[in-house]
């Protein structure tokens, strides 16, 4: 089983920067994509980024292209999301996920496994 914990959330002034992290604390998840989603307030569940098995892949969305970074150590178990030039509009929980495919999934019914969520709040 995968059992997947983010933390690095907080708030932060408009133009700053975070880094996600989420830890994998049950089966190895080497070979399954991952990725990380958003949810504002009164909005859907967004996809922000994904990220192959291999890490060769990777996939971001129009609003965070050029701003954030997906990466993953297999070794560690760990999925990043290094997020820079945070602007009021990226406020939301942000949510790791990992699918059993392992290539770049970009549907949140495509993934198998979630974490709890942390807070990014960027004040302008």
């Known amino acids: 089983q995968v059992q997947l914990e983010e933390s690095g959330g907080g708030l932060v002034q408009a133009g700053g920067s975070l880094r996600l992290s989420c830890v994998n604390s049950?089966?190895?998840?080497?070979?399954?994509?991952l990725g990380w989603f958003r949810q504002a307030p009164g909005k859907e569940r967004e996809l922000v980024a994904a990220?192959?098995?291999?890490?060769?892949?990777?996939y971001y969305a129009d609003s965070v292209k050029g701003r954030f970074t997906i990466s993953r150590d297999n070794a560690k178990n760990t999925v990043y999301l290094q997020m820079n030039g945070l602007k009021p509009e990226d406020t939301a929980v942000y949510y790791c996920?990992?699918?059993?495919?392992?290539?770049?999934?970009?549907?949140?019914?495509?993934?198998?496994?979630w974490g709890q969520g942390t807070q990014v709040t960027v004040s302008s």
């Open positions: 996920a990992a699918t059993k495919v392992g290539g770049v999934r970009r549907e949140r019914y495509e993934y198998d496994y």
């Open positions: 990220i192959s098995w291999t890490g060769t892949s990777t």
């Open positions: 049950g089966r190895t998840f080497s070979y399954y994509g």
